[in-house]
């Protein structure tokens, strides 16, 4: 039965909601709307001046209306009084093609209509960083290797507790909680699902993990590469295919556990590596972390190629276990809903077209790189080359529509655009003397 939002705000205490979209580069963008307002909110939508986001619109352009999915209800666990909804912009009575998550709906619908359903799994990265964003918080998290360090992270238990509290509240079924690999950084863990919900819960995750940090007098990342040193942060992605109540991609004959149906998805995913890559990892700093010399810890632990393997780390893709791979590309900049988005399109064209994604590759990509098999595709290696690719890529024009490709080129180019006038030290320090 569909939800009566102010039935939920008499109910549950909600004495306002916030309705919130993400535009093309990420952000959330929300109205804080009292509870006795929602009833022709929940009907009309609110009303929102797209321009003044990164929709690709215009100042003359009407309201763009984002109406709320009341399913994706989330009452702020620690401000309980505060509703959070996802909402799907409109105008003129349709859908804003260019708009992440009426994109989403879009490849997950037609997934759908084929009896298929993509699950997913996310790891966000991200660090605790003072208030002014320039050093990591824990003064005394200086390790080459600190890597689950068990002092640092109880140095900031404080907050993961509060977080993973609130994960337990809203019934993600979080499993757990670790210091990662660079100084300063952390991961948390939830269980997978659908991947609508998924995207749901990471836009919301990204501002709780934000929200709190704040409460606690830090600032959290998820920004790519914050610090040249260090490795940065991923946004690992956990893949799996079902019909009904069975996973696709699972088979216990197989050497690695995967099906014939996983196979061809990984060869749809890798052989659109490049195309989505500027979804994927879509900031200029998106390519520090990729193309990353080796780190303090001693690893990037991110791809700089179209490799995939079993259980190995060093690979864009893995495959940690039966029925599912890792893509290990995305990094903490990406949007929430075009990432799936991207993914499920590349996928179910592989399908479609039968891609083989060859043999798994059991090499270690950090030292071995050379060895891979000639023709081995290597990820662009700035966002203007990525950028390149997905203008011209057939495969996104028809699944995510020519309107979101124009669209998220026109307003990133512009991002290009304003780095290159941009003059940095380095610049000074290698060319003055030329
Ligand atoms: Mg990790």
Redesign the pocket.
């Known amino acids: 039965m569909a939800v009566d939002l102010a039935v939920e705000a008499r109910e549950r205490g909600i004495k306002y909601f916030l309705i919130s979209y993400v535009d093309l580069f990420g952000t959330l963008r929300a109205k804080l709307a009292p509870a006795a307002a929602i009833g022709d909110m929940a009907k009309d939508g609110a009303g929102f001046a797209g321009f003044a986001s990164w929709l690709d619109m215009t100042p003359a352009d009407p309201d763009v209306l984002a109406i709320p999915d009341p399913a994706s209800l989330i009452q702020l666990p620690w401000k309980p009084e505060v509703g959070w909804l996802a909402a799907d912009p409109y105008m003129n009575g349709k859908p804003v093609a260019h708009a992440p998550r009426n994109i989403l709906k879009r490849v997950t619908d037609k997934a759908t209509q084929a009896g298929l359903t993509m699950k997913t799994g996310v ?1 966000c ?1 991200f660090f605790l960083l003072t208030p002014d964003g320039t050093g990591i918080s824990d003064a005394t998290d200086t390790q080459a290797k600190p890597c689950y360090d068990q002092s640092a992270l109880m140095r900031r238990y404080d907050v993961i507790s509060e977080i993973c509290d609130a994960m337990l509240d809203l019934g993600w079924q979080p499993y757990q909680n670790d210091h ?2 660079a100084n300063g950084q952390f ?1 948390m863990n939830w269980n997978f699902a659908d991947a609508l919900t998924t995207a749901d819960r990471m836009a919301f995750f990204k501002y709780m993990v934000k929200a709190i940090a704040e409460k606690h007098g830090l600032r959290a990342t998820f920004m790519p590469k914050p610090f040249a040193n260090l490795t940065g942060s ?1 946004c ?1 992605v956990h893949v799996s295919l079902w019909q009904g109540d069975r996973n696709l991609f699972a088979d216990g004959n197989d050497g690695i556990g995967l099906s014939k149906v996983a196979y061809n998805f990984i060869g749809g995913v890798m052989e659109a590596a490049g195309d989505i890559c500027a979804i994927t990892n879509p900031t200029i700093n998106s390519y520090k972390r990729i193309n990353a010399p080796v780190t303090l810890s001693g690893a990037t ?1 991110s791809p700089n190629t179209v490799t995939f393997a079993g259980n190995n780390r060093t690979h864009m893709i893995r495959v940690p276990g039966s029925g599912r791979f890792e893509f290990r590309l995305a990094d903490g900049a990406t949007n929430p809903y075009l990432l799936p988005a991207a993914i499920l399109a590349a996928g179910l064209d592989g399908i479609a077209r039968g891609i083989d994604p060859g043999k798994p590759l059991d090499i270690d990509m950090y030292t071995e790189g050379h060895k891979a098999p000639a023709g081995t595709k290597k990820l662009p290696l700035n966002l203007l080359d990525a950028l390149r690719l997905t203008a011209k890529s057939d495969l996104l024009r028809r699944e995510l529509g020519d309107e979101f490709v124009d669209s998220y080129v026109k307003l990133k180019m512009r991002d290009w655009d304003d780095y290159m006038r941009q003059l940095t030290p380095w610049e000074r320090a290698t060319t003055l003397d030329c």
């Open positions: 790891e990265e990662e690999d991961e991923g690992h632990w």
